[in-house]
Nanobody, 124 residues
Framework: EVQLVESGGGLVQAGGSLRLSCAASGFTFDDYAIGWFRQAPGKEREGVSCISSSDGSTIYADSVKGRFTMSSDKAKNTVYLQLNGLKPEDTGVYYC?????????????????WGQGTQVTVSS
């Protein structure tokens, strides 16, 4: 059974940093695209970053490029999202997701497996 468990969210002031973790189980990292998504109140869920299953490269949404960094530790079956230079508009629930049928992607509809999410709140 595929399971994804996020942690690391919290309340931080603008300009601050957080490190989110997503502990994965039930599948082989190399066979799945793994992505981070977020959803702000009243808005649709949007892609933040993704690690490709084909070559391990990462892609980022334009809104987070240069501020967020996604990484993975295969030995721990964990992916991370380092959030630096946080802005109030980064506030939302952050989810990690995985899917074996795509190499990479930023559309939520492309991912079948989801964690429960972790709340990130950035105060101004």
């Amino acid at each position: 059974e595929v399971q994804l468990v996020e942690s690391g969210g919290g309340l931080v002031q603008a300009g601050g940093s957080l490190r989110l973790s997503c502990a994965a189980s039930g599948f082989t990292f190399d066979d799945y695209a793994i992505g981070w998504f977020r959803q702000a109140p009243g808005k649709e869920r949007e892609g933040v970053s993704c690690i490709s299953s084909s070559d391990g490269s990462t892609i980022y949404a334009d809104s987070v490029k240069g501020r967020f960094t996604m990484s993975s530790d295969k030995a721990k079956n964990t992916v991370y999202l380092q959030l630096n230079g946080l802005k109030p508009e980064d506030t939302g629930v952050y989810y990690c997701a995985a899917d074996p049928m795509i190499a990479a992607g930023m559309h939520p509809g492309s991912f079948d497996y989801w964690g429960q999410g972790t709340q990130v709140t950035v105060s101004s």
